[in-house]
């Protein structure tokens, strides 16, 4: 099949309408929402049996590998609205000297650094800004703690659309710049993500733009959801014990959760499923805080801090949706420290060599302690998120330094 095939062909979408995540009210497809009257998530809802005709497993075999693969199970109906860098499908890479260390089975890192603009972003923004460009939007803002609104200038810039983001005065510098140079609009404000959602909000009316917030439009969920789906097909449909993400809004285990839902519902795999482990820093721990308190929704949480920008997410509007599939999953919720996810990243990207974000070094972090503490057993399967490129993210110095002019002492060069 030719390479592109994915953005270019004719292919059904089965969308038939959407769902209020909470009351379960239908919106009609193909109109600009935000969020449902009763101020929760929309979820996406599609004609499965339409699907169970249009897509079998061995039709997805034969298409190129990117995440427009699933389009029958996607809400963009004219390839002509797909906004594509190209995409791929992001490897599995089993950390066997991790898992040695524990005496256990090598936990799998799904490596979403591979993606356009280095983070799993890219799934959720490229879905949400093609259909923006389906339902004629042409100005969008958002607040976001880096990655999301790389990926939101980069697509933005590929769709002519105007893009405007607002992020913590203390987002990793490379992001900031890369927002910039993918030609968003950028500002540093002095608060935390939810500071930046505000200003979103409230500019709504006088700057006439679409409000691109994590959950509060209906389609970057659609884009992470194909995490779940691809992740099973990589694993031949075999479910995996446990899946360990880096919770900060929700939409991926939200879309993952999702997912197999869509894949039981198409005969793809049975009513079995993964245990969802959500995991966050111990600095900004509202859904493990939730969690053990036993509560449907998670308040607030104070003076949130941690190295894990992706994650510093004090207040999530799904909430309930991620808390939800935790518990119907047999899962959990962990928050880990972050010296321990610094120590982490540094040791597994030696002995792995794997460079791991610090968000996905947080799940590598909860799968040992969850190992050494027998929540997880030491033979599962278990998948671990690492969400972004290590590479956007501030590493230790090295600074070793020879003057060639002097003789090499090579016995201090093996020592180093
Ligand atoms: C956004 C982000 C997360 C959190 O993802 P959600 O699906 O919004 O919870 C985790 N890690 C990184 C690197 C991120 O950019």
């Known amino acids: 099949m030719h390479y592109d095939d994915n953005l270019t062909a004719a292919r059904p979408s089965f969308v038939t309408h959407l769902e209020c ?22 979820l996406v809802r599609y004609d499965l049996d339409g699907v169970r005709g249009a897509l079998t497993k061995d039709i997805l075999a034969d298409r190129p590998r990117d995440l427009w693969r699933w389009r029958e199970l996607l809400p963009v109906r004219d390839a002509a609205n797909i906004v594509s860098l190209g995409g791929a499908e992001t490897p599995l890479i089993p950390l066997p000297r991790l898992g040695a260390r524990h005496g256990a089975a090598a936990p799998i890192a799904k490596d979403e650094g591979r993606l356009p603009t280095g983070s799993f972003k890219a799934r959720g923004l490229v879905m949400a800004v093609s259909m923006a460009k389906a339902l004629g939007i042409t100005r969008i803002a958002m607040p976001t703690n880096g990655n999301a609104g790389a990926a939101l200038a980069a697509y933005c810039a590929a769709a002519g659309i105007e893009a405007f983001v607002f992020c913590p005065d203390d987002t990793p510098e490379v992001n900031v710049r890369e927002i910039a140079l993918q030609g968003a609009k950028v500002w540093r404000v002095n608060g935390l993500i939810g500071d930046c959602g505000a200003i979103v909000g409230a500019g709504k009316e006088p700057m006439g733009w679409f409000d691109l917030s994590t959950l509060k439009e209906p389609y970057r969920i659609e884009g992470k959801k194909t995490m779940g789906l691809e992740l099973l ?3 031949d449909w075999q479910v995996p014990d446990a899946i360990f993400y880096p919770t900060g809004g929700g939409t991926g ?40 308190a036993g509560e449907r929704h998670a308040a607030k949480w104070e003076d949130a801090h941690t190295v894990a920008a992706g994650i510093r997410v004090p207040a999530a509007i799904g909430d309930f949706l991620i808390l ?28 792995d060599g794997l460079l791991l974000c610090p968000e996905g070094a947080a799940t590598a ?31 230790p110095a090295a600074d070793a330094w020879l003057d060639r002019h002097q003789p090499a002492d090579w016995a201090a060069i093996a020592a180093a």
């Not at 239908?26 to 998530?41: E, M, N, T, V």
């Not at 599939?325 to 002995?351: N, P, Q, T």
């Open 253 to 292: 285990l939200i879309g993952m959760w999702k997912a197999f839902t869509e894949l039981e519902a198409l005969g793809f795999i049975g009513s079995e499923r993964p245990r969802m482990i959500a995991v966050q820093a111990s600095g900004c721990a509202p859904i493990v805080r939730a969690w053990e």
């Open 365 to 395: 972090v909860a799968w040992e302690q969850a190992v050494d503490q027998g929540l997880v057993g030491r033979q599962d399967r278990c998948v671990l998120f690492n969400c972004a490129t290590g590479l956007k993210y501030p590493m």
């Open 21 to 42: 995540s909470e009351t379960g009210e239908a919106y009609q497809a193909d109109q600009i929402h935000g969020l449902s009257r009763a101020g929760k998530p929309l």
């Open 233 to 235: 097909e990589q694993l």
């Open 324 to 351: 939800d599939a935790v518990r119907d999953s047999g899962g959990l919720a962990m928050a880990v420290d972050d010296a321990d996810i610094i120590a982490a990243r540094d040791r597994i990207a030696a002995e």
